[in-house]
């Protein structure tokens, strides 16, 4: 199995513009979390899906962020417009079930909004 | 609400020294609890977990970690560390009784010097 693909692996961009992260999950694997990881703050999590259907998106810092999940195959984290603030390694992770049962993370993605 | 405290943001140790990273987690229910590791430039891999039974959980790397419910521990430890344990360590805990998702500790940076 190739596990958790994410793209791309770095991201620039300038403040105000949109930016889209890619997810694609392991095969057979049917919860699905965005996470966040920071200097700062260290490693959050935004949102998690399950059977492709958000359940908790209490960790999603605003209205600028927002996330799908289309199939059971992919997952979009977009922000709109991206600040400065934003700058982090996003993090996708799935698993079979929720919690109890391992999370598989991909690499990441590096973004830096200039 | 359950919480993760890693107190220790470095620990700094020379080959084959022992090593111990230190979790501490709050909560009103049980919990299962997680130690994952993450490499340079990688994602998260998880290391052991302890989800009930015996105290003391080990992984195929040597580590070990025990839980210990009176001090509301569950401390990582290797009697002789390897150039290739540098890595960041997360601590992390869920309540049993609803095991949707982790919450991570702010990780330990461990770095091994020859």
């Known amino acids: 199995d190739a596990g958790v693909i994410q793209s791309p692996r770095h991201e620039v961009t300038e403040m105000g513009q949109e930016v889209t992260l890619r997810c694609k999950p392991i095969?057979?694997?049917?919860?699905l979390f965005w996470y966040r990881q920071t200097m700062m703050r260290g490693l959050e999590l935004l949102i998690y899906?399950?059977?492709?259907?958000?359940?908790?998106d209490s960790g999603m810092p605003e209205d600028r962020f927002s996330a799908k999940m289309p199939n059971a195959s992919f997952s979009t984290l977009k922000i709109q417009p991206s600040e400065p603030r934003d700058s982090a390694v996003y993090f996708c992770?799935?698993?079979?079930?929720?919690?109890?049962?391992?999370?598989?993370f991909g690499a990441g993605t590096r973004l830096s909004v200039l | 609400a359950q919480s993760v405290t890693q107190l220790d943001s470095q620990v700094p140790v020379f080959e084959e020294a022992p090593v111990e990273l230190r979790c501490n987690y709050s909560?009103?229910?049980?919990?299962?609890l997680f130690w994952y590791v993450q490499y340079p430039n990688q994602g998260l891999q998880l290391l052991l977990k302890?989800?009930?039974?015996?105290?003391l959980v080990e992984s195929i790397n040597g580590f070990e970690a025990e839980f210990n419910k009176s001090q509301t521990s569950f401390h990582l430890r290797k009697p002789s560390v390897h150039i290739s344990d540098t890595a960041e360590y997360f601590c992390?805990?869920?309540?049993?009784?609803?095991?949707?998702?982790?919450?991570f500790g702010t990780g330990t940076r461990l770095q091994v010097f020859p």
């Open positions: 992390a805990v869920t309540p049993s009784y609803n095991t949707d998702k982790l919450i």
């Open positions: 899906f399950n059977n492709n259907v958000p359940i908790d």
């Open positions: 909560s009103s229910v049980s919990v299962y």
């Open positions: 095969s057979g694997h049917n919860s």
């Open positions: 302890y989800l009930s039974g015996s105290t």
């Open positions: 992770a799935s698993s079979q079930s929720t919690g109890i049962d391992i999370q598989y």
